[in-house]
């Protein structure tokens, strides 16, 4: 079963960082491919960042290039979102997604999903 489990949201300030986490299990992961997408109340759900797991391609959403960080730990099954100088805009539920296969911007393809963290940004 596999399993990912979110952590690092938070309330923070315009123009603050925040780490989150995503810890998988339940499995080997070097096919798949990690991403990180966000709903905002109201909105549709849309891809933030994501990167593979053993090739390194990485992809991130137009607004958030230059301020996010995607990146993975493979010895701890681990992917991380470093997200810095974060707006009001960025204000979201992350979910951490997992799909076997390449990077994808289809969100129905992620088989596996996390629970959600919230991130509020206040201005």
């Known amino acids: 079963q596999v399993q990912l489990v979110e952590s690092g949201g938070g309330l923070v300030q315009g123009g603050e960082s925040l780490r989150l986490s995503c810890a998988a299990s339940?499995?080997?992961?070097?096919?798949?491919?990690f991403a990180w997408f966000r709903q905002a109340p109201g909105k549709e759900r849309e891809l933030v960042a994501a990167?593979?797991?053993?090739?390194?391609?990485?992809y991130y959403l137009n607004s958030v290039k230059g301020r996010f960080t995607i990146s993975r730990d493979n010895a701890k099954n681990t992917v991380y979102l470093q997200m810095n100088s974060l707006k009001p805009d960025d204000t979201a539920v992350y979910y951490c997604?997992?799909?076997?296969?390449?990077?994808?911007?289809?969100?129905?393809?992620?088989?596996?999903w996390g629970q959600g963290t919230q991130v509020t940004v206040s201005s």
């Open positions: 997604a997992v799909r076997r296969g390449p990077i994808s911007t289809n969100g129905n393809l992620y088989n596996y």
């Open positions: 339940g499995r080997t992961f070097s096919l798949d491919a």
């Open positions: 990167i593979s797991w053993a090739g390194g391609s990485i």
